[in-house]
């Protein structure tokens, strides 16, 4: 290699090395990566700017995290919860299960951290109603929030960086291809949920009663806004499944529908909803999307589809599997947004060297990304947030623990997929 693609290689290396390590925050890192291979002339400011910083990403990121935090404004997750608990008749298994549902659909159309940030609080107060441990809900929903991710385009930011690389993944796409198997893994894992856990959820009959008690009337405090909220969030999900139609960016359509909502909630929210957007998120998006990038421009990534087509000697299927199994195994042990962002290019390159049938490969990473997340408590972004709230609360999560539960849930989850894959698309 040249001397730039080594430079390129080491800075990529080291950087991702200090991301696993999490002794400096994510962003600061990835920033200071980015910022580095500009200034060695590897990447210039144009080239990162308008060929490898992807703003329809980061512009769907943003419209999701607005319109999510005018709606978290009005108690609607809140009431959600409660209403469940009290429909399940306050038995705690029945809560755990109807939680997770409720966790994986919210999950396939809002941002999954988002998600769990908005349940996790009331999951405690339940918790503590009934006096039982909070780990059986808080796992159960951080491997739902990441199965219902996987659903749909904008659940997971994996699939919004594949869906925005790959113009021809719409929206309906992914619900066509994914949602079914997405269906299949959650309903084979409800029974391990309560085949797990059930011995853990025991409570009393008065415990049961404060539960059925708790009031939920109160917990919607702004009608107005929900009724707004409620009516945007529907034209923008509709925008989502007609974006291709209009030749509408999906980013350009979670946009309209966040400052559609901002107009019509006022200023005091738009100031409030603008505060509290991810913004480490998109620097950390906008530092990896050039770090990577620098691979594309010095040939790295080329000579890395050149050995995974050698590997698998251009099969389909092997290709496939292997997409599928290393995205898990490797997204179990790191956040799986890095990984994503760096096989995209190398998936669209393995295009250019004759392999014709793409979307086998886009499916097997995209399933294996989001639920290989599911393996160990750093997997994803969202087990990390519930682990931290978790560890606030008094109750610590650790790495040996979530390992215990969640890395055979994942196999699971992985060889179903695998067989969806096979079955679909390569028989």
Known sequence: MEQQAWLALAVFLFTYGMIIAE?????????????LVVILGIVDVESAVEHHIDFNTLGLLIGMMIIVNVIAKTGLFSYIAVAAAKRAKGEPVRIMVSLAVITAVVSAFLDNVTTVLLIVPITF??????????????????VASNIGGTATLIGDPPNIMIGSAVKELTFMAFINNLTPIVIVVMAAHIPFFILLFRKKLQTN???????????????????????????????????????????????????????????????????????????????????LFTLVGALVDTGIIRDLAVQAIDLTGGNLVATSMLILWMSAIASAFMDNIPFVATMIPLIQEMGNMGVSNLE????????GACLGGNGTLIGASANLVTAGLSAKEGYPITFVKFLKYGFPLMLISIVLSSIYIYLRYLM
Request: with cysteine; aromatic share 10%; glycine share 6%.
């Open 125 to 142: 107060s339940l918790a503590r109603q009934l006096k039982v441990q909070p780990f059986p809900f808080l796992f159960t929903q951080i």
């Open 360 to 367: 086998p490969l886009w499916w097997s990473l995209a399933l």
């Open 23 to 35: 002794k400096v925050h994510r962003t600061i890192l990835a920033m200071l990566g980015a910022l």
């Open 205 to 287: 009959e008065e415990n049961k009663r404060g539960i059925m008690e708790m009031e939920q009337s109160g917990l919607i405090t702004d009608r107005p806004l929900l009724i707004r909220c409620l009516v945007i969030l529907a034209l923008t999900i509709a925008g989502f499944f007609l974006h291709q139609v209009l030749h509408v960016e999906s980013s350009v359509v979670a946009l309209t529908g966040a400052f559609l909502l901002l107009l019509l909630s006022g200023e005091h929210t738009m100031e409030e909803a603008l505060t509290r957007v991810e913004w480490t998120t998109i620097f950390f998006f906008i530092g």
